[in-house]
């Protein structure tokens, strides 16, 4: 039989809760977003020097996640959605988290530096410090608009990328940034929608709690009206082309028009139907930023305009 009163506490942490840490989910698109940003710009690079250039931005998503889930891990404990983290959870000591979020961010920022160029490194640095700093430690807890503002952290891999290539900053990054920067919003308050009760409890100043659903549903319908323009503006560039056009006029089509259901809709049908179009919406909104991406990709192979 066991003795209940052998057990000491969480199970002992195993290399899968670390690389939990590194948020891999979020990273796969940080990875393939500075990707793309790397691979259509003017400049093309050594195939083994842009692979480790892409590992190293790759270590650098994953050090802001730890230092995320270090300093968040009151209100992760909190959240349904986030109770089972390695740090909340226990598995992780917080101290651990700290420890591998800044060994990473040093490494990534020097490593990139002498692999690709410093001006990539120091925006690297700077997005690390953004996201761990300026979103998670101030705006996160402090205002509505933290996704709003914040949401830049998620949109510079991309020109991370083209600056590991050019060293330095063109229109065509700067609309890749603008396609995540206006898509973040929609995707995080389309989630909060149906969320709305996890962060209330965690005291986060999500818009649907400081606002209410009615309030949040106009901003979303407003956002998908804003971030199209920008999405087909960059099929007109050098990195653009017939494909991409095709696809982002499509997933535009559908993204505004899911947006309209959301801003049709009443707190009443929501609930009555379990949320069935909000979280059909945030589905989509997870396919957008990729598809796009993914069309830039397809499309510098074949070619552009």
Known sequence: MTDINAYEGPAEA?????VALLKPRVMSLVVFTAFVGLLVA???????????AVLF????????GALNMWYDADIDAVMKRTAGRPVPSGRVPPGDA???????????????????????AGFLAFTIFFYAV????WLKRST??????????????????????TGGIGLESLLMFALIFFWTPPHFWALALFMKEDYHKAGVPMLTVTHGRAATRRHIFAYTLVLAPFALWLGFTSVGG????AVAVVLNALFILGGWRILRRTEDEAQ??????????????????????LALLVQHWLGGW
């Open 134 to 137: 300026v979103y998670t430690v």
């Open 144 to 165: 509505p608009q933290n996704i709003v503002i914040g949401g830049a952290a998620g949109a510079f891999p991309p020109m991370i990328g083209w600056a590991c290539a």
């Open 14 to 18: 195993g290399f899968g809760d670390y």
């Open 57 to 64: 931005i790759a270590l650098g998503g994953g050090a802001s």
């Open 242 to 245: 017939p494909l991409y056009l």
């Open 98 to 120: 700290l420890a591998l979020g800044i060994a990473l961010s040093g490494l990534s920022v020097m490593m990139l530096g002498l692999a690709a160029n410093w001006f990539a």
């Open 272 to 293: 009555a139907d379990g949320y069935k179009v909000e979280k059909g919406y945030f589905r989509l909104s997870l396919y957008y930023t990729f598809l796009h991406f």
């Open 42 to 52: 003017p400049v093309s690079m050594n195939p083994f020097v842009a692979f480790c």
